[in-house]
């Protein structure tokens, strides 16, 4: 079965940077492309960039452009998130979720499987 | 600021029938999906292409579009309804997603 599992909750002071994985299993990986969202408490989804499984081509929020860096590893079949400059305002759950574009060629698109989040707590 | 308007609540009584909107030009463009939060848990896909839902997902959910407004409706909700929701689709250029603000469902 499609599981994509992150890893653990980290603690970050502010200035500081954190690696996020999303370590992907049960289809092939190089098929899909993996997004990053963001959800501070209480707040609203939002997103943050992708990469493609193939190719490795990224795209990111006009909002977080210059301070995340997206990756992956087809070996690993992992996703990375990189988020540098940590502020308090970073603060949030991060989960990778699975594109798929259904039917294939459709412009259709859906976040099909979630990661399980991944808690960031940046605190002085 | 979102490109994909929601309202933030709404609520409807138990067993009848609710629809959460979601408003934006790219819309009149692109396909949306909707998602389904429960508190502490992932988001989790209800509907999708406008129409589509998942297997798994109760037919009690719908959705429709026209012009720049999609919308989710519950015909007959349920207590376990109660979730925040959001739509998601591209941007006005296509090229990066978007999610909405999030409408709270309230099950009274």
């Known amino acids: 079965q499609v599981q994509l599992v992150q890893s653990g909750a980290e603690v970050k002071k502010p200035g500081a940077s954190v690696r996020v994985s999303c370590k992907t299993s049960g289809y092939t990986f190089t098929t899909y492309s993996v997004h990053w969202v963001r959800q501070a408490p209480g707040q609203r989804l939002e997103w943050m960039g992708c990469?493609?499984?193939?190719?490795?081509?990224?795209k990111y929020s006009q909002k977080f452009q210059g301070r995340v860096t997206i990756t992956r590893d087809t070996s690993a079949t992992t996703a990375y998130l990189d988020v540098g400059s940590l502020r308090s305002e970073d603060t949030a759950i991060f989960y990778c979720?699975?594109?798929?574009?259904?039917?294939?060629?459709?412009?259709?698109?859906?976040?099909?499987?979630w990661g399980q989040g991944t808690l960031v707590t940046v605190s002085s | 600021s979102s490109e994909l308007t929601q309202d933030p609540a709404v609520s409807v009584a138990l067993g009848q029938t609710v629809r959460i909107t979601c408003q934006g030009d790219?819309?009149?463009?692109?396909?949306v999906s909707w998602y389904q939060q429960k508190p502490g848990q992932a988001p989790v896909v209800v509907m999708y292409g406008e129409t589509n839902r998942p297997s798994g997902v109760p037919d009690r959910f719908s959705g429709s579009s026209s012009g720049m407004t999609s919308s989710l409706t519950i015909t007959g909700a349920q207590a376990e309804d109660e979730a925040d929701y959001y739509c998601c689709s591209r941007d006005s250029n296509g090229d990066r997603v978007v999610f909405g603000g999030g409408t709270k469902l309230t099950v009274l």
């Open positions: 790219s819309l009149r463009r692109y396909f």
């Open positions: 979720a699975r594109e798929r574009e259904l039917p294939r060629g459709s412009g259709i698109y859906l976040f099909d499987y």
């Open positions: 990469v493609n499984g193939a190719n490795g081509y990224t």
